[in-house]
């Protein structure tokens, strides 16, 4: 089976400050791992995802994150917080022959602070 | 349409009512998700249709739930009996399902559930 944990339910940054979200994963297989994030009243919108190809991942809106399989993570960064960054960040973890079922974490709000 | 969508956008019923919830999926998707986010639960996985057969319901809480799928495209998940821990929102998730796992998945907004 498949789980995943993030590391702090709520982070607060300056805008202009480095963006870290931590996920860890467990999984007894290669895992296929995605962040989502979710806008107040909107649905989850993908933001990367790492399918066993390059480690370091880069998504949309400046997101990147790094598969480190020894340390069973993939935590999310920007360099740089905008205002509009504001979000719940969700973490995922699935596995080949599973039908793309997603495992989530319990989810990270992000919040930015002028 | 261009992306998923669910409808109702939000549901207020009685506790022992039933309820329908409607998925429509991004056009030419074979696979389609349910999923439900809850405060005291944080976000599930309910149930996966590919093409109108559901090989996985392993997360569908009780036998209150089904749900069904028809001509490879919109699906409804339907609550019997509903109770107030029904209460969340359930979203749906269609993907292209070419990639054994790895396809994007595209959510809809949800259907915000109310039990009363």
Known sequence: ???????????SVSEGALVLLRCNYSSSVPPYLFWYVQYPNQGLQLLLKYT???TLVKGINGFEAEFKKSETSFHL?????????????????????Q???????????????? | ??????????KVTEKGKDVELRCDPISGHTALY????????????????Q????PDKSGLPSDRFSAERTGGS????????????????????SSAQLAGGTDTQYFGPGTRLTVL
Request: proline share 3%; with cysteine.
């Open chain 1, 1 to 11: 089976a498949q789980s995943v944990t993030q590391l702090g339910s709520h982070v």
């Open chain 1, 52 to 54: 066993s190809a390059a």
């Open chain 1, 77 to 97: 960064t920007k360099p740089s917080a905008h205002m509009s960054d504001a979000a719940e960040y969700f973490c995922a973890v699935s596995t080949l022959n």
């Open chain 1, 99 to 114: 039908g793309g079922k997603l495992i989530f974490g319990q989810g990270t709000e992000l919040s930015v602070k002028p």
């Open chain 2, 1 to 10: 349409g261009a992306g998923v969508s669910q409808s109702p956008s939000n």
């Open chain 2, 34 to 49: 349910w999923y439900r986010q809850s405060l005291g639960q944080g976000l599930e996985f309910l149930i996966y249709f």
């Open chain 2, 51 to 54: 093409g109108n057969s559901a």
């Open chain 2, 74 to 93: 919109v699906s409804t998940l339907t609550i019997q009996r509903t109770q107030q821990e029904d209460s969340a929102v359930y979203l749906c998730a």
